[in-house]
């Protein structure tokens, strides 16, 4: 044996045995107590957790009160947008918020645009966030690129948990790539834990729900 075998076959006896070790699975719901079905409940913890991480949360009644909305907040900023081909299904919608052209662009032209306007899969009442298909969103360069991101969703799109999206995407599993869990603008923390937004995407994420009319406003 020469001594190159002799060090590693020391190393390798030295080396701590690996011990195999069964985690237990827990699921989301089971593990933070998430068994809410109250719809109202449920919305009103979404919109805690997504302010809480600095999100936007504006509630409408129809999908022409969204597109209103969407062209009161870009106007207001003089800015331009890229929205999600057929992101409303009410055909007023288009002459409320024309469709923009451009999706097709390349990365750097994609970027310059202010605002990405995509339709959410689900919501999350547990953590705040927004869950995309890559698929129907657009692509994740529509809600990564641009400075702000504005997402439309409606009620039944509303969940307790993770645990009931992943539950979802199972039954439709040819229909998803990946998804996109946001949670929140974009931040970071690294320099001197000042806490910085859009660091690595967004630093505006603006939430429209399309509420169901028997909802309350008083949230």
Known sequence: MNSRKFILKNLQNAAPK???TNLPTMADAELFNQTETDTQKQLNQFRQKLEMLNGEFILVKSETEAAKKIKQIVESENGTWLIQPDIFSDPECKNIL???TGMDLDNSQFAKYDFGISRADFLIARTGSVVLNSVSGGGRRLSVLPPAHIV????KQLL???DFAFELMQKTEGNWSFATIISG???TSDIEKQLVLGAHGPKRLIVILIKNYSFTLGL
């Open 18 to 20: 690996i011990r195999q």
């Open 98 to 100: 024309p469709q923009s």
């Open 185 to 187: 603008p974009s931040r």
């Open 160 to 162: 307790p948990s993770l």
């Open 152 to 155: 439309v969703a409606e009620q």
